[in-house]
C-alpha cells in the first residue's frame, strides 16, 4: 500500500466519522430510534473488516 494509499484511507475514515456524527447528534438529542440501526451496521462494517484482514494475514 503506498502513502497515498493510507493518506486516502484515513481521509475517507475520519470523512465518514463526521458524516456519522453530524447525522446522529441530533437524533440523540431528539430520541431518534436511528442509534440502534447505526450501531448495528457500524457492528457490520467492522465485523467485514476483520474478516478482510484475518484473510490477508499469514496462516
Given at each position: 500500500?503506498?502513502?497515498h494509499e493510507v493518506s486516502f484511507l484515513q481521509d475517507e475514515?475520519?470523512?465518514l466519522n463526521?458524516?456519522?456524527?453530524?447525522?446522529?447528534?441530533?437524533?440523540i438529542a431528539q430520541g431518534n430510534r436511528i442509534?440502534?440501526?447505526?450501531?448495528?451496521?457500524?457492528?457490520e462494517c467492522q465485523h467485514k473488516i476483520r474478516e478482510i484482514i484475518a484473510a490477508e494475514q499469514p496462516a
Open positions: 500500500m503506498t502513502q475514515l475520519e470523512h463526521r458524516i456519522v456524527w453530524s447525522g446522529l447528534r441530533p437524533a442509534l440502534s440501526a447505526v450501531c448495528g451496521a457500524v457492528e
